[in-house]
């Protein structure tokens, strides 16, 4: 017998692949060997189809890049994920009978199936990726049936908790979804090349839907009550089937958008998406006056096998958008004292970051006024320098009593909103470049947008224009979202050179004037205006009327929205 050496399996792997894309030159057809003949000019792909294999394999290239980046830094932030889910199989029926002292032939006594476990999909607070889903979800299994009448335990339903802000998607094309226990088991015999008759066919759904008691099969398959129960349980899942078809069409796919975390005192664990399968029935159901003694039991049912498209969709009032290394960072540390990344290159930000602004009864906000927004690595020096010195080494200094922080009660809190600090867009975003599709994913549900432009820039209207352009190119009507223009890094406006102060002045009237004139163009809204509001992120300047600005467009959004949904009810 010939063994297989490392040279064989070498020389396989390295062997050039054929033009047909296989590294045999043969197909095998059942048991015989066909050789493939010279490839037809008739079977060469079209130029259409060369050029949609080509669009499609370009963005598997640029999505497979954005994840590059984004998990660069060691994050595990993950937006969309495909999840097979499986709920529970029903419990078997049990085929037992009484046994007792002095009742040698006792009644039946087998229990019913447990029925399978359901699996459930909640939104809760407190989460904000989706790493923590698996991709595969296999709910329990109900127990089978026991003598004495003992029936199955329920399999425990499975909750699949995501963050808020999932959209929930049933995907039933065949390349997406799990195949069904029919077309798996008819793949099984295809690959063994078996083929059934339909005798073979009735006996194999047979050996799948009944239990028989020992050494009785074959007894029980030619008895005339046994055929007539193997009927009647067949018409009732056909019966069954019909109606879960029918309620399919009539629903359609499965859609869920969980924009709110699940309400503690609700009575369900969640959004049911698989239900688990009946529980088989014990031979005690099949007792009659004609059969005292049924010695078979059905077996459980399958339950739904589904399969989920998850979609996070960052769920923030304000979203923050521009080009690279615009100072959306340092504005979002600046607003909400949150530990963003914060560095002077490009696509500093590759996962959305939040943080919540608050404003309160006596018109103080959380912004710290004076204080210079210093590159992330700097402060990770300086600490690290502090602790080499032992500065740290009798505890942390306290802060002198003039520079304390104002303490706030919550209860005198009037405004709290969320900021998104989301990657940098480039030029041809919309074609999935950079971080393309999931940049604008991140902002797709905020109801205001704010552009963020570097007023240092050559010519900062043409990135305005750049942005703006995208966002339509995603969405149509989406850059209508917009309220404001931010000249970052407007510190210039206050040098000691009249001459950069003179630049700077006209970049921004430029600005000013530009922003108006596509505001003008559309798409907008009627009786809106896109305000251009100079500012530094960096040394906090400014920054009190951008918070009074934005807290003044979100109040109306939410009122519009609260509005919407009245009209709606």
């Avoid at 066919?201 to 074959?218: F, G």
């Avoid at 009660?409 to 971080?435: Q, S, Y």
Wanted: proline share 5%; with cysteine.
């Amino acid at each position: 017998m010939h063994r297989i050496g490392r040279l064989d399996i070498l020389e396989t792997l390295i062997r050039p692949k054929s033009v047909y894309g296989c590294r045999s030159k043969t197909r095998l057809s059942g048991t015989n060997t066909e050789p493939l003949g010279p490839r037809r000019a008739d079977l060469l792909p079209s130029l259409d189809e060369q050029k949609s294999e080509e669009n499609t394999h370009m963005r598997y290239v640029a999505a497979r890049q954005a994840e590059m980046k984004r998990r660069q830094d060691g994050t595990s932030f993950v937006d969309q994920l495909i999840v097979h889910i499986k709920a529970g199989k029903g419990g078997d029926g049990c085929v037992a009978f009484n046994r007792e002292k002095y009742v040698p032939y006792g009644p039946p006594s087998g229990g019913n199936g447990g029925r399978g476990g359901d699996v459930y999909i909640q939104a809760v607070h407190g989460l904000s990726s989706l790493g923590g889903v698996a991709n595969r979800i296999r709910a329990e299994d109900g127990s089978h049936g026991r003598g004495a009448w003992r029936h199955g335990s329920d399999g425990k339903p499975t909750i699949i908790r995501v963050p808020v802000g999932t959209v929930v998607r049933e995907l039933r094309d065949p390349k997406h979804r799990m195949p069904t226990p029919e077309e798996v088991e008819v793949q099984r015999l295809r690959d063994l090349g078996i083929e059934e008759s339909e005798q073979q066919k009735a006996e194999r759904e047979r050996d799948q839907k009944w239990v028989h008691y020992p050494t009785w099969e074959e007894s029980n398959i030619k008895r005339n009550d046994f055929r007539a129960a193997d009927a009647a349980i067949k018409r009732e899942e056909m019966t069954q089937k019909r109606l879960k078809a029918a309620e399919k069409k009539r629903i359609g796919s499965l859609v869920f958008d969980l924009d709110e975390p699940h309400p503690p005192t609700s009575s369900e664990p969640g959004a049911l998406v698989a239900r688990g399968g009946l529980g088989g029935f014990g031979n005690p159901f099949f007792l009659s006056t004609e059969t005292r003694s049924p010695k078979w039991a059905t077996r459980g049912n399958l339950g739904d096998w589904v399969t989920l498209r998850l979609e996070l969709k960052i769920l923030a009032d304000v979203g923050l958008v521009g080009l690279p290394n615009a100072g959306k960072s340092t504005l979002l540390r600046a607003l909400t004292n949150s530990k963003t990344e914060v560095a002077s290159y490009a696509f500093t930000t590759l996962n959305p970051q939040i943080g919540t602004v608050r404003v309160w009864q006596d018109g103080t906000t959380s912004i710290k006024e004076g204080r210079v927004i210093e590159e992330s690595q700097i402060e990770r020096d300086r600490e690290h320098d502090a602790l080499l010195k032992g500065t740290y080494a009798f505890g942390r200094p306290s802060k002198p009593q003039g520079d304390a922080p104002v303490l706030h009660d919550r209860a005198h809190e009037t405004l709290r909103f969320k900021i998104a600090d989301n990657p940098g867009l480039i030029g041809g975003a919309a074609e999935n470049r950079g971080l393309g599709h999931f940049f604008l994913k991140s902002v797709e549900r905020a109801p205001v947008l704010v552009y963020v432009v570097d007023l240092s820039a050559p010519e900062p209207w043409k990135d305005l224009q750049t942005v703006r352009d995208e966002l339509e190119a995603y969405q149509p009507g989406l850059s209508a979202k917009a309220r404001m223009v931010l000249a970052n890094k407007a510190d210039a406006l206050q040098s000691d050179t009249e001459a950069e102060v003179e630049e700077s002045r006209a970049k921004l009237a430029k600005l000013k004037e530009e922003a108006i004139s596509m505001w003008n163009k559309g798409p907008n809204v009627e009786g809106r205006s896109l305000e251009v509001v100079a500012a530094s992120a960096k040394y906090t300047q400014n920054l009190a009327k951008v918070v009074k600005l934005l807290g003044a467009y979100v109040k109306e959004a939410r009122a519009a929205e609260v509005a919407g949904v009245g009209s709606r009810g």
